[in-house]
């Protein structure tokens, strides 16, 4: 008999998975392939409003490919860390000019999604790579609860350090100038915007070290480069405050502000090395962006927890 339409292949269809995937679900493939990788708690934060939810969903992407995922065990065999998350072949697949490696940028890319989770597994960067990204996790979990406020952008260290770092003709001639923040972000709440530099500390350099870094900054906004905040963000007070005093006195054309670590960022606990005694939200912090810097427009935002996904996720088996 003959069919108009002709019977459906037995072959599966590798293009099929991409309707699977959400808003959100694509929101966080892009956040993976410019950061490297993410907790369980991390997404659960900033994307879900339970972690049984973040769990189920994201032991679905794993099983569609979507993700990789590993965990280090304790000397007992019971989970140290809860799982973290990188893209797998169907994520890379999507972005196929994702950051390759930690800790060797100029490295060619990886041959396949498990070569680059690897690289990622080993890298000796990975708990300050955590560290950072639990930073604009937290701004983002903010931004669920309080109206009006948004982080407009989240570049990571490779992306920043390539859109502000160069070589610049002055006055004065050609001029190198070479920062190297671990995050830049553009953050908005309260009807004020304000950009920023990361700088997360974790007690492991001396003191002079990252006073040091300061000094690329400096020139970025000496040679017409934005004036954003530097954030130090550091683990305890006793380094705030020793950091806070030999800073006090050293004049700065951007500003610099330092605050303890936390999970809220964006509260008032930022204090200004020109005013250390009063303490300011994140949105209070001054800014100048310069004549040469333009926001990025928004990102694609996440659907809320209770739309339906097109297909359950109920029965599907959480991670740990």
């Known amino acids: 008999m003959y069919r108009r339409v002709p019977l459906p292949s037995t072959k599966p269809d590798p293009l099929s998975v991409y309707r699977r995937l959400t808003p959100r679900d694509r929101l966080l ?14 997404v ?15 032991t679905i992407l794993h099983r569609l490919q979507v993700l990789h995922r590993f965990a280090w065990a304790a000397a007992d065999g019971t989970p140290e860390t809860s799982y973290l998350y990188t893209l797998g072949p169907i994520g890379l697949r999507r972005h196929p000019t994702a950051y390759a490696d930690p800790d060797n940028l100029g490295l060619k890319a990886p041959r396949s999604s498990i ?67 671990d995050g830049h972000g553009i953050w908005h709440a309260n009807g004020s915007t304000v950009g920023f530099f990361l700088e997360h500390d974790r007690d492991t350099e001396d003191l002079a070290r990252v006073v040091g870094k300061l000094r690329g900054y400096e020139n ?9 905040p530097v954030l130090l963000w550091v683990p305890h007070q006793r380094r705030e405050t020793s950091l806070l005093r030999i800073l006090h006195d050293v004049p700065t054309r951007m500003p610099v502000a330092l605050a303890v670590h936390s999970d809220n960022p964006a509260g008032p606990i930022w204090a200004l090395t020109s005013d250390p005694l009063r ?7 001054p800014s100048d962006p310069g004549p040469d810097d333009h926001p990025d427009p928004p990102s694609e935002q996440w659907p809320d927890d209770d739309i339906d996904d097109g297909f359950g996720d109920a029965g599907e088996p959480a991670d740990t």
């Open 279 to 285: 303490r300011r939200h994140l949105h209070e912090l």
């Open 115 to 181: 070569d680059r989770a690897e690289r990622i597994v080993h890298s000796r960067r990975l708990h300050h790579l955590l560290g950072v990204n639990q930073f604009f996790v937290d701004l983002h979990a903010h931004t669920r609860t309080q109206p009006g406020s948004r982080l407009l952008r989240w570049w990571s260290e490779q992306h920043a350090t390539a859109a502000y770092s160069g070589t610049k003709r002055t006055p004065d001639g050609q001029r190198r100038i070479d920062v190297f923040p």
């Open 29 to 42: 493939m892009s956040w993976l392939a410019e950061h490297y990788l993410l907790s369980t708690d991390q």
């Open 220 to 228: 970025l906004a000496r040679y017409g480069g934005p004036r954003f």
């Open 44 to 58: 659960g934060r900033a994307l879900f409003t339970a972690r049984r939810t973040a769990q189920q969903r994201l």
